[in-house]
């Protein structure tokens, strides 16, 4: 993220049926494992010692107490083979444990020295959040396309009724499926201060895991597309509603970057008493990306004239697949002066890790037209050291809200925060140390501020 002269880097894109709330002792969606088992790549020597292929194997660093591997009896060295009669293959290994349910028995086969050795164990869940003393944690679902997608749920432990809190996270497939309290806001717990300070003082919070990440049935996230994806809040958010202790009338959306095109897109369907976002683009999906190429490589210190070149290129390429609809083999036959350039954006014809069937579903999207129907209270904010959004996006959201609804929509520019929260002064200083910060929690309090302002209007 942020590495000077990288053609990927400069499209950075980090956008970031009804179910009641089910306690989990009730709830039919089966809980991960966690394997608990640090590793690394299988050696060249040791590959050739033990006859494996490349690329085949995992070597056991360290087995973590009490979880799933090291209750099996993996040991330090281990050159772990097979799980559940499956090769292992150190690029997939990560997906084959996602397979582990929790409670069910498994198999590993390692071998250590010159024995080949099976391992037996019972799955250890993931750990759960125990909530504190103002709030419980419920583990449910919704179910979206025929599929159970997790929920997490807080929930005070006063009487209510309580006002609701729809948070809709960023682009990337992070789970969110961690202890709120004395998280960081960090990579492993990206919102997690926020998130903590609404469970923490009396609201009712909800937000799902995407299709194939943590619990949630789906996926592979790689080929999820845009509408699919959507349906998952829309879901969410009739959970929320249902709930019998959540205040219909002050319920909130917040959409952290990508979070913010899936938040006024379902407000327009139900109705909401606020939406607020951080980070997002509003305008078209295509102009926000020419303005990636341009503007992120000016941050990363790149010329004007390359900077101008690399937008003349650029358009040309992203117009053919993304508006044209063309392939990115297409591409490459019809204009090989492209190919290097497409290589770099496109790899294996997906952008940012994603088909590009989401990426042309949402380019289709009219934003404005969303954010006019959503008749309610808006608040958008950019932060100052974020070099992935802008803030022409974030006035034109309050001005088509505006233009509905004089006087019920702000936009707002935050000093020293990226992205992600971070404190940082500068854009410049967010991407050398992108990922690296410390979390600011101004927004946060800006936000529930805000909130607490459109609550106290009748």
């Given amino acids: 993220m942020g590495h000077r002269g990288s053609w990927q880097s400069l499209v950075i894109v980090v956008l970031m049926t009804l179910a009641v709330s089910v306690h989990a002792k ?4 089966p809980r991960r494992a966690v394997l608990g088992l640090a590793y690394t790549p299988v050696s060249a020597e040791q590959a050739k010692t033990h006859q494996l292929d490349q690329g085949t194997g995992i070597v056991a660093s360290d087995a973590v107490a009490g979880k799933s591997a090291a209750n099996a009896g993996v040991m330090k060295g281990d050159i772990v083979i097979a799980i559940n009669g499956q090769p292992v293959i150190y690029d997939k290994f990560a997906a084959q444990v996602r397979e582990l349910t929790a409670n069910e028995s498994f198999t590993l086969t390692v071998l250590r020295g010159s024995d080949k050795i099976e391992l037996r164990g019972t799955a250890v869940e993931k750990p759960r959040d125990p909530g504190n003393a103002n709030y419980e944690v419920i583990y449910g679902h919704v179910t979206s396309n025929g599929q159970k997608m997790r929920t ?8 209510g009724p309580h006002p609701g809190f729809m948070f809709i996270q960023g682009f990337s497939p992070v789970s969110y499926d961690f202890q709120l309290e004395g998280s960081r806001g960090d990579v492993a717990t990206i919102d997690g201060p926020l998130l903590y300070e609404f ?9 799902v895991e995407k299709p194939g990440v943590g619990d949630s049935e789906g996926g592979p996230f790689a080929e999820l597309d845009f509408i699919t994806e959507l349906d998952i809040y829309r879901q969410t958010l009739k959970q929320l509603k249902a709930m019998p202790d959540v205040d219909v009338e002050n319920i909130f959306i917040f959409g952290h970057s990508m979070g913010g095109a899936f938040g006024p897109m379902i407000a327009a369907e139900s109705q909401v008493r606020g939406i607020a976002v951080y980070g997002v683009a509003a305008r078209t999906w295509y102009e926000y990306l020419l303005d990636t190429l341009r503007y992120q490589g000016l941050v990363a210190g790149d010329s004007f004239e390359n900077t101008d070149e690399r937008v003349r290129v650029g358009s040309m ?12 083999d297409e591409v490459r036959k019809s204009h090989p002066e492209l190919a290097p350039l497409a290589d770099a954006l496109f790899p294996n014809g997906m952008f940012s890790g994603k088909s590009l069937e989401f990426w042309r579903q949402l380019g289709k999207e009219n934003m404005p037209a969303y954010w006019s129907r959503c008749q309610t209270n808006v608040l958008a904010v950019r932060g100052a050291s974020d070099y992935v959004t802008y803030d022409v996006d974030h006035k034109l959201i309050a001005d088509v809200v505006n233009r509905e609804n004089p006087g019920t929509a702000r936009s707002l520019t935050l000093a020293d925060s990226d992205h992600l929260f971070h404190k940082f002064p500068t854009e410049q200083d967010s991407m050398k140390n992108a990922q690296k910060g410390e979390f600011n929690p101004a927004f946060t309090q800006l936000m529930k501020s805000w909130i607490e302002e459109v609550m106290s209007k009748k």
């Fill in 317 to 328: 390429l992203m117009a053919m697949v993304f508006l044209q609809n063309q392939s990115v």
């Fill in 26 to 29: 009730d709830d039919p969606l």
């Fill in 199 to 207: 469970a923490n003082s009396g609201f009712v919070t909800i937000r």
């Fill in 152 to 159: 997490i749920v807080t929930r005070p432990r006063a009487e």
